[in-house]
């Protein structure tokens, strides 16, 4: 129980295609009088959305999906569950292929250097308040069917030599880990060391040189820390400290 929700009784809800699972997932979050415990799931996207807007490439050979999380609204570390999804990702793969996945600050998933997979978190405020969840994971797409401007940036369990997990399994898995993190243990209230250390210990981001973009500002520096509140603490080239929540990161 979280306040009045039965957070393990989900419907699960698979469609062959759909424009965004996370689009189907808030429509009827905002068409229901009461808390909506959901998941759904899609063999291919038309108008999958990652981060700040843009596209996300779903082609049919990935795992699509999105989890509903009703909230009380009293929750002080909603920026959290990005990494907390990141998270679930990271260890539910681990347990069924022994694959070390790493996350990247703020939302991707990476196997061996390259990019696995991504996460969209959205809240919707309808007629109960809800975060949605969107992740995408590249199963057994092929090496010769990634395009070739992302072929040096997108992997695939199958590309790197790994046998994917079934997907109804990976869910299950994926979205129990994430059940645990939000009711639980309710890290939305406050990130307990053993979880913020295990974000730390799969990041792909700590101690990497980037560029930081915000508005018209460009900073050049070092991801040094991951923070409670989720941001990235960077060290930027002139010796000052910043820590980011928002804004465009590249390495």
Request: glycine content about 10%; aromatic content about 8%.
């Amino acid at each position: 129980m979280y306040g009045n929700f039965v957070f393990r009784d989900r419907k699960f809800i698979s469609l062959e295609s759909t424009v965004s699972t996370n689009n189907e997932l808030k429509r009827m979050i905002r068409n229901s009088d009461s808390p909506v415990f959901a998941v759904v799931s899609a063999e291919n996207q038309t108008g999958g959305r990652g981060r700040l807007g843009r596209s996300f490439f779903s082609p049919s050979g990935g795992l699509y999906f999105s989890v509903s999380l009703p909230l009380r609204g009293d929750e002080n570390n909603i920026p959290f569950l990005t990494l907390l999804a990141g998270l679930a990702v990271s260890k539910a793969v681990q347990e069924l292929t022994g694959a070390e996945i790493e996350i990247k600050w703020p939302n991707d998933i990476y196997l061996g250097g390259k990019k696995l997979g991504g996460i969209l978190c959205e809240l919707v405020n309808g007629k109960t308040l809800a975060a949605v969840v969107g992740i995408g994971i590249n199963l057994s797409i092929k090496r010769e069917e990634i395009p070739s401007e992302l072929e040096n940036i997108m992997t695939s369990f199958v590309s790197s030599g790994i046998i994917p997990p079934e997907k109804d399994i990976l869910i299950e898995k994926i979205v129990e880990k994430l059940d645990t993190y939000v009711y639980t243990q309710k890290e939305l209230y406050e990130v307990s060391e053993d979880v913020l250390n295990d974000i730390k210990e799969r990041s792909f981001s700590i101690g990497k040189k980037v560029k930081y973009t915000l508005g018209e500002t460009l900073w050049e520096g070092t991801v040094t820390d991951i923070k409670k509140s989720g941001a990235a603490e960077i060290a930027l080239s002139d010796g000052t400290v910043r820590e980011i929540f928002c804004g465009e990161i590249t390495q």
